[in-house]
Nanobody, 125 residues
C-alpha cells in the first residue's frame, strides 16, 4: 500500500510558475508509475502528466505540453510537477496518483491504485 501527500500549491498570477511535490510512503516507490491529475469545479478529474518507474518516459495532456514537466526522485520517494506559464484555466485541485507496474493507459483514472488528498492551485488573471 502507498500513501501519497501533495504540497506546494497556492495562488499565483497568470504567467507565474509553481512546483507541486508529492511524497510517497509505504510500498516500493520505484515499482509504480506516477501521475498527476486535476479537477476544476464542476468538471471531471482529468489527466495532466505521468512518468514511468525510472523517470525515463513521460506523457502529458496536450494542454500542458511545453509548460509542465513531471519528474521523480526515487531515492527520496518524490514526484514533482513543475508548472510554468500558468494560465487561469490551470486552476484546479491537483492530485498525485500511483499505479502499479508499467505506464500503459496512464491517462485513465481507473489505472491508478492510490491517490493523494489533493492540493489547490489557483491562477488569477
Amino acid at each position: 500500500q502507498v500513501q501519497l501527500h501533495e504540497f506546494g500549491g497556492g495562488m499565483v498570477q497568470a504567467g507565474d510558475a509553481l512546483r507541486l511535490s508529492c511524497v510517497a510512503s509505504g510500498d516500493t516507490f520505484n515499482s509504480y508509475t506516477m501521475g498527476w491529475f486535476r479537477q476544476a469545479p464542476g468538471k471531471e478529474r482529468e489527466f495532466v502528466a505521468a512518468i514511468n518507474w525510472s523517470g525515463g518516459d513521460t506523457y502529458y495532456v496536450d494542454s500542458v505540453k511545453g509548460r509542465f514537466t513531471i519528474s521523480r526522485d526515487n531515492a527520496k520517494n518524490m514526484v514533482y510537477l513543475q508548472m510554468n506559464s500558468l494560465k487561469p484555466e490551470d486552476t484546479a485541485v491537483y492530485y498525485c496518483a500511483a499505479a502499479r507496474g508499467r505506464m500503459s493507459s496512464a491517462s485513465r483514472t481507473d489505472r491508478y491504485d492510490y491517490w493523494g488528498q489533493g492540493i489547490q492551485v489557483t491562477v488569477s488573471s
